[in-house]
């Protein structure tokens, strides 16, 4: 459901936004029978309204999340307050609706821009250079608290459709408590960390193994590599564990050696093994992977929805090759990018592939 009560421009009235909710609010579930669980509030702006306080308290009574940006003006909301971030329904509904969202970057840290607080933002999800669609039409990406803050409403729909009976609070005590504890959020927000769909709906069949602890990863170099592992499972990535390079025009060489691998092609920082270019399919830079066997897995960045995989002859060795959807249009193409080549295998399915 969609509700409007701002202008073109960016302009508008609490008043509006108070009678926007109270709307929503009134078709809930309560009303309609529909499953409505929470509203995505990305907007800020003008001061405490005891109208919109109120409001929130209606809808946080009748069992909705308030899920709210925690704006762009890199304050610290326990000192200046920001609304509507710094609402709170404790009191009024006995337990706490309002979800306060801060921005981080592709790297993990905090935007630039974002508001932060150790009392009054709970938790960071992804709010820089977010690809999206535009204002009259087309796609680009845009930046800001506000494209942080529906991560983790999505989130929660997705935690309510698997667990129906959950109530708003479960939901809330679902996300905050699953989050990956993240350094640049540490005193910054209330949970230390940013959002981890995948721990909050729980792991299943197919799904992300547990993180092999930091005596089992080997990492690479911003140059070419070799790696070998050992007879244990290991995460096994060409570049270094910090950074930003990505492994541009670099080769490297990743041989498991035994167990159950996880060979990274991307991580938070996004997709690995990237040129730059924009006019060929940068094969000047990628992982090859010698000994993928049962049990390995191969990790990719969600960064990119689309990945091709494609039989190639590299090196001299036939098997698989991995490519990034770059131009992000759906269709491999000479701009895509060549990230990873499976040594010695005919085929990859999905249950190969974890995301990260």
């Known amino acids: 459901m969609g509700l409007k009560f701002l202008a073109a421009d960016g302009s508008g009235f609490i008043s509006n936004a108070v009678k926007a909710l109270d709307y929503y609010t009134a078709a809930s579930k309560v009303a309609s029978g529909q499953d409505f669980v929470a509203t995505n509030n990305s907007w800020g702006g003008g001061g405490y309204s005891s ?3 109120e409001a929130i308290d209606r809808t946080a009574a009748a069992g909705n999340l308030f899920i709210v940006a925690a704006g762009n003006s890199t304050t610290d909301t326990d000192v200046t307050a920001n609304y509507p971030s710094n609402y709170s329904t404790l009191s009024s509904a006995g337990y706490e609706a309002v979800v306060s969202v801060a921005s981080i970057t592709s790297t993990g840290g905090l935007s630039s821009f974002s508001n932060y607080g150790s009392k009054t933002v709970d938790l960071g999800a992804p709010g820089s250079s977010i690809y999206s669609t535009l204002a009259n039409g087309g796609y680009g990406t845009m930046s800001g608290t506000s494209m942080a803050t529906p991560h983790v409403t999505g989130a929660a729909v997705l935690y309510a459709a698997k667990n129906p009976t959950a109530s708003a609070s479960a939901i809330r005590d679902a ?40 005596s089992t990863r080997i990492y690479g170099t911003s140059s070419s590599d070799t790696l070998v592992g050992t007879t244990a499972g290991e995460l096994i990535c060409g570049i270094p564990e910090f950074g930003t390079l990505l492994g541009m025009g670099t080769k490297d060489f990743l041989t498991g050696g035994g167990g159950n691998d996880i060979f990274a092609l991307g991580d938070a920082r996004g997709v690995f093994y990237s040129d730059g270019s924009t006019s060929s399919a940068g094969t000047g830079d990628y992982a090859q992977i010698m000994d993928f066997g049962p049990g390995d897995k191969i990790q990719l960045s969600d960064d990119l929805n689309t990945y091709f995989v494609r039989s190639l002859k590299l090196n001299g060795s036939n098997g698989m090759a991995i490519y990034g959807d770059t131009n992000r249009n759906g269709v491999f193409g000479k701009t895509d990018e060549l990230i990873g080549h499976v040594v010695g295998v005919s085929s990859l399915s999905s249950s190969d592939f974890i995301w990260a």
Request: zero cysteines; hydrophobic letters at 45%.
């Open 51 to 53: 109208a919109m306080q």
């Open 175 to 214: 996300l905050l408590a699953s989050v990956t504890p993240t350094a640049a959020l540490a005193g910054k927000t209330v949970t230390g960390g940013r959002l981890d769909v995948q721990v909050m709906l729980g792991t299943s069949a197919g799904a992300v193994p547990p993180p092999p602890s930091s």
